[in-house]
C-alpha cells in the first residue's frame, strides 16, 4: 500500500538549504560507484539510502540509518530519488512545427521533404529561437540535465541556426547544458562549403556530424561513402572534434561498418557516436555479430532512438508494421559497446509526439528493446551511459554532486515505469524546482523567454 503525493512533502522540500532525505530508493546503476556499503539492494537492483544535501550538494550517501541528523531530516518513505536525466540525441531546430509543416504521412521520406519544406519556409533566427526555448522549457519541467542536439546546417541554414543555438545556450547556461552537432547529408561533406562548416561548428565547440546517405536520397544510396567519411574525419581532425553521425536508419543499410573501419583510419577510436543504426537488427546472426565487434573494435558509441524508430519504420499504409526498429541493444551491451537510450524528434514529421522526457523515453525503451526481466542496469542506458559518451554533467547521484534530483511518487522499479510520473517533484541544487509545462499556446506568437528578458 503506498501514500498519495502528500502536500507536506512538497513543503518540506520547499524551503531548500541543508537537507538530510532519509529512506530513499534509487537504481544502483545511477549511483556513482554503486551503492554505499551496507545499503540494501532490492531484486529489481534498487537501492535504499540517505542523502545529506549541503550547499545545494550531494555531502554524503550512506546506507539508512548511518547519517547523523545535522540538517533538517525529511523522510521519503521509501520513494525512487533519481538523478536529473541526460538526453544525448535531439533535433531542438526541427521540433514543435507541428500543425504548420506539410503533413510526412509518418514516413521517413515524407518527414525528409516536409523538413525541408519548413525549413526554407520558416526557420529564421526568431522562430528558431521560440521553437527551442519551447522544447528545452519542456525539458527542464521533465527533469532534463543536459541535451546534445543535432542542427540541420545545410549551406544558407547553418550561419542562422547554431547563432540561434549559441544565444540559447548561454540563455540556458545555468538550467540545461546543451551540446550540438552540425547535421548534414553525408555529400556536403564533399562540397566546397564543407570547410566553412568545420570552421563554423568549432567557432561553437559542436561535433561534426551527418546522416549516412546523400542529399535527398536514401540510406543505402552512397557509392563513394568511404571518401567522403575520409573528408568528414579528416575535417573533424584537423579542428579536434569528435563526431556524432546518423547511420542506416532504415530496415536496410550497410554504412555502420565503413564508418568503423573510417574511425580505425582515422585514429578516431572512442570519439564517434552513431545514432539509429535500426539496419543491424536485421541481419544474419553471423554478420550482425561480426558488424558489432568492428564496431567494438572502433570504438563507437551506439544510441537507440526507440520511439522514433518505432515510428517511421516498417510504415506502409495499411499495413501493419513487423518490427520495431531498434537497434539489437542487449547484443551491442553484451559485447560491450557503449549505448545509450535518447529522444530524438518531438512533434515534427520526423515523429508527431514526445515530449522531451527522458524518464518517459526510457520508460518506452524498456517496453520497446525488452530491458526488463532482468532489469539489471538499465537505467544507466539514460544517466551515466549518455553522460559517459557525450561527456555532459549529470545522470548520476554521488557525493560532491549537485543535488539535481526527481523524487517520485513510486517504491519500485514497476511503479517507475508504470505511470508516467507526472506529479515528480524536482530539486535543483537541492531547492523545490517551481517550474510548470509550457503552454502550446505559448508556442503560437509569444516571444521567447530571454528575448522579452
Ligand atoms: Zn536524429
Redesign the pocket.
Known amino acids: 500500500m503506498t501514500q498519495t503525493t502528500p502536500r507536506p512533502l512538497t513543503e518540506a522540500l520547499a524551503s531548500g538549504g541543508d537537507l538530510l532525505l532519509r529512506n530513499l530508493r534509487c537504481p544502483e546503476a545511477l549511483l556513482m560507484g554503486g551503492a554505499p556499503a551496507g545499503a540494501p539492494v532490492d531484486a529489481s537492483g534498487t537501492a535504499s539510502v540517505d542523502m545529506l544535501i549541503k550547499g545545494g550538494r550531494i555531502a554524503a550517501l550512506e546506507a539508512p540509518g548511518r547519517l547523523e541528523a545535522s540538517a533538517r531530516t525529511v523522510d521519503l518513505g521509501g520513494r525512487h530519488v533519481w538523478p536529473m536525466l541526460i538526453d544525448a ?3 531542438l531546430d526541427k521540433g514543435h512545427v507541428l500543425g504548420r509543416a506539410p503533413d510526412s504521412g509518418g514516413t521517413h521520406a515524407g518527414a525528409r521533404e516536409a523538413t525541408t519544406q519548413d525549413r526554407i519556409a520558416h526557420w529564421r533566427h526568431d522562430d528558431l529561437i521560440r521553437r527551442m526555448d519551447f522544447g528545452l522549457s519542456c525539458a527542464e519541467a521533465h527533469g532534463v540535465a543536459a541535451i546534445r542536439t ?1 542542427l540541420d546546417s545545410h549551406e544558407g541554414q547553418g550561419e542562422t541556426t547554431w547563432g540561434a543555438f549559441a544565444e540559447t545556450r548561454e540563455a540556458w547556461k545555468d538550467r540545461i547544458a546543451l551540446q550540438a552537432v552540425a ?1 548534414v547529408p553525408l555529400d556536403a561533406w564533399g562540397t566546397e562549403y564543407a570547410p566553412h562548416l568545420a570552421d563554423l561548428v568549432a567557432r561553437h565547440g559542436g561535433l561534426i556530424g551527418g546522416v549516412t546517405r546523400a542529399s535527398g536520397g536514401t540510406h543505402g544510396s552512397l557509392s563513394d561513402i568511404d571518401a567522403l567519411l575520409d573528408r568528414l574525419f579528416t575535417l573533424a581532425r584537423e579542428r579536434d572534434l569528435d563526431i556524432d553521425l ?1 547511420v542506416d ?1 532504415a530496415a536496410e543499410g550497410g554504412a555502420l561498418s565503413h564508418v568503423a573501419r573510417a574511425a580505425i583510419r582515422h585514429g578516431y577510436e572512442g570519439r564517434v557516436t552513431c ?2 543504426c535500426c539496419s543491424l537488427a536485421r541481419l544474419p546472426e553471423d554478420e550482425m555479430h561480426a558488424a558489432i565487434a568492428l564496431v567494438k573494435e572502433a570504438g563507437l558509441s551506439l544510441i537507440t ?1 526507440p520511439t ?1 524508430n518505432m515510428y517511421l519504420q516498417d510504415r506502409v499504409p495499411g499495413r501493419t508494421p513487423r518490427w520495431r526498429g531498434v537497434m539489437p541493444l542487449h547484443e551491442l551491451r553484451e559485447a560491450g559497446v557503449p549505448v545509450a537510450v535518447a529522444g ?2 518531438c512533434r515534427d514529421p ?1 515523429y508527431a509526439y514526445g515530449d522531451h522526457d527522458m524518464l518517459d523515453t526510457w520508460r518506452e525503451a524498456v517496453r520497446i528493446c525488452h530491458l526488463d526481466h532482468p532489469l539489471g542496469a538499465a537505467a544507466a542506458l539514460a544517466g551515466p551511459a549518455p553522460a559517459g559518451i557525450t561527456g555532459l554533467k549529470g545522470g548520476s547521484l554521488g557525493v560532491g554532486q549537485p543535488a539535481d534530483l526527481m523524487v517520485l511518487e513510486a517504491w519500485s522499479m514497476d511503479q517507475v515505469i508504470a505511470r508516467p510520473q507526472s506529479d515528480r517533484l524536482l530539486l535543483r541544487a537541492g531547492k523545490l524546482l517551481d517550474v510548470a509545462l509550457p503552454s502550446y499556446a505559448a508556442l503560437e506568437a509569444a516571444p521567447a523567454a530571454h528575448e522579452a528578458a
Open positions: 540525441h535531439t533535433h543535432h547535421l546518423h536508419e545514432g539509429h532512438l522514433v530524438d524528434n520526423f
